[in-house]
T-cell receptor
């Protein structure tokens, strides 16, 4: 099993450009989420989904959109990139619901720089 | 709301030293508690977990005990190695409701030979 796969690993954008960070998992997990990691700030939840067709906002959703059309995929869209969105982005999944004591499974991250 | 507080880092130790990273939490009910480890350039991965009071999680020589009375889940290792250098995150998942995890801010561990 590949687990949680994130692409790309690195990306440089100019201010105002748009892009999509991809996340796919092959574990049939219901719960998927996006975090950003910044120095001194720990992990901050951007958006999450408890199943296909269901998404909700986390702690820092502004400037980001998500959709969940399948169980496997949970892309994160930046509509108009800003320098404040320079960060490392992690996608994570877990079985959710029945297995609330199950850990999150993380991808290896996408390092995004906005100039 | 729920919260997790970890000791500030970085923690700098010599190889074979004893490690403690403190973690305390605030949550209602009986959350599940986790320690994750993040090696440079990688995502977080589960190190150990405990799902009820007095449970001890252990893995790779690391241990942590779920202390309900002190709302703590301190991470310990008797003899650290250079390869343990990483960032360690304490986290909880609530026992009801949304099940969205809450993370501490992470503690960087640097082990010198």
């Amino acid at each position: 099993n590949a687990g949680v796969t994130q692409t790309p690993k690195f990306q440089v954008l100019k201010t105002g450009q748009s892009m999509t960070l991809q996340c796919a998992q092959d574990m049939n997990h219901e719960y998927m989420s996006w975090y950003r990691q910044d120095p001194g700030m720990g992990l901050r939840l951007i958006h999450y989904s408890v199943g296909a067709g269901i998404t909700d906002q986390g702690e820092v959703p502004n400037g980001y959109n998500v959709s969940r059309s399948t169980t496997e995929d949970f892309p994160l869209r930046l509509l108009s990139a800003a320098p404040s969105q320079t960060s490392v982005y992690f996608c994570a999944s877990s079985p959710q619901g029945v297995h609330y004591n199950s850990p999150l499974h993380f991808g290896n991250g996408t390092r995004l720089t906005v100039t | 709301g729920d919260s997790v507080t970890q000791m500030e880092g970085p923690v700098t130790l010599s190889e074979e030293a004893f490690l403690t990273i403190n973690c305390t939490y605030t949550a209602t009910g009986y959350p599940s508690l986790f320690w994750y480890v993040q090696y440079p350039g990688e995502g977080l991965q589960l190190l150990l977990k405990a799902t009820k009071a007095d449970d001890k999680g252990s893995n790779k020589g690391f241990e942590a005990t779920y202390r309900k009375e002190t709302t703590s889940f301190h991470l310990e290792k008797g003899s650290v190695q250079v390869s343990d250098s990483a960032v360690y995150f304490c986290a909880l998942t609530p026992s009801g409701g949304s099940y969205i995890p809450t993370f501490g801010r992470g503690t960087s561990l640097i082990v010198h030979p």
